[in-house]
């Protein structure tokens, strides 16, 4: 895998471009092809075949919601991935032109016609028809076919999802009756239709729905409904698809809102007890700079929780995934200058954070130890605004780098967002909001990772 610091160019590490491989998962970083290119896989969904991986998923490339192509990308460890042929491209006089909606396409195999059969969120520009739509293809990639849209049974859908048992029945995840009620409906053999509703939950207000079985229980993972701005994820669990589900819980703290992201895709690792929380950190006003959210999920606990890591790794032979460890340095500890101020709080490391960082104020800490390489270096900050802010970072005085830092959702609500830096072998001085006229988040600590 490769990660790219700026939303539309190279990295910029210490005051140069950088694009090297990666063997970890950065979360909320700019993820990059084996090409260079930024990933545009938005509202991802994932296909195993054989040993390899497809990722499907939405290009934003032009930052519009409009339908511009339906991205295939392939891997065969989940972390370096390479831009195949575009699955789905638009088609004039359809309901999947360039003037229209197509989101969170899913592709699944069917045994019994051998071809890959394509679901998605199909629409007009104004959100106004919600439907289903249906292409195939002979190979997973494809290109595929379009075949049609509607609402299935007669009810509207819009953002779902697809699930297939064991035995090989499919079943479509759907937000219906005007995004109120929640449907999980099964599909036909050819998986062209839908054959009837068996499950419902009146006035859930669900989706990016997602469905992982495990053991004997089925785990439905699904976001509420608030726009392009992030809520709560949660989980509901069940032995049977068309059971009881039980009351929603919370798969990240709360105050988190699931770490400024959406579900998109939850794939189990192997036959071990946890999954790949795959989400979307979506920015609006910049579609195609919209970042991946891939953490660990994790059954230790009992039921499923995201276990957030700024850096980690993932083995697909073995189904397990191991977390990264770092040093971390309080920014409390540095040198102030400007108007930047020590502020307390209870939800803050070591009980302290440094606000009215930039328009004059920062903050330098010295003696961070490096290893002479490129290495990660986590964030974490609280952004009380409506709006993303951002904040520099110079290291032993170079040229500075531009991180973006999006609200956090209230003053005490912590986030981490990467960047990558150059920091020569020994001490380094990290200096934070130089030379920025606007206010950047308040620094509460950053975390130095010796992976790179």
Known sequence: MRFILSYFTATIIAGRALVSAENVIVPGA???????????????????????????????????????????????????????????????????????????????????????????????????????????????????????????????????????????????????????????????????????????????????????????????????????????????????????????????????????????FDLPLGSNASAIYMGDRWRPSLLGSSSYIWYPLDWSSGSPQIVQADVWSVDVSAGTYSVASGTSYEAESGTLSGNATVISGSSFSGGKVVGYLGNGGSVTINDVQGNGQGQWVALYYANADSFWRNTTVSVNGGATVLVDQPNTGGVDDLLSVPVKLNLTSGANSLTFSSNQSSYAGDLDKFIVYQQG
């Open 30 to 264: 700019a993820w990059t092809d084996t090409s260079g290119n930024v990933i545009q896989g938005h509202s991802a969904g994932i296909l195993k075949v054989g040993s390899t991986f497809y990722w499907f998923g939405e290009d934003k490339a032009a930052n519009s919601a409009l339908f511009s192509a339906v991205s295939c990308y392939t891997s065969s460890d989940l972390v370096n991935w390479s831009r195949q042929s575009d699955a789905l491209t638009p088609t004039a006089g359809t309901m999947i032109s360039a003037s229209d909606i197509v989101e969170r396409p899913k592709v699944l195999f069917n045994e019994k016609n051998q071809e890959y059969v394509m679901w998605f969120h199909s629409d007009t520009s104004n959100y106004g028809a919600a439907m289903v739509g249906v292409a195939t293809a002979e190979t997973p990639c494809g290109p595929y076919t379009y075949k049609t849209s509607w609402q299935p049974l007669g009810a509207d859908s819009r953002d779902m999802g697809l699930f297939q048992d064991s035995e090989l029945s499919a079943y479509l995840l759907y937000a219906s009756d005007n995004n109120q009620d929640f449907k999980i409906a099964s599909l036909d053999s050819d998986y062209y239709n839908v054959t009837a509703v068996v499950s419902q939950l009146n006035g859930a207000t669900l989706e990016a729905p997602g469905i992982v079985k495990r053991d004997s229980t089925y785990y439905l993972f699904a976001s509420h409904t608030s726009g392009w701005d992030p809520n709560p994820n949660k989980f509901f669990s069940s032995s049977s698809l068309s059971g009881n589900w039980s009351s929603q819980e919370d798969i990240a703290p709360e105050n988190t809102r699931t770490y400024f992201s959406q579900n998109a």
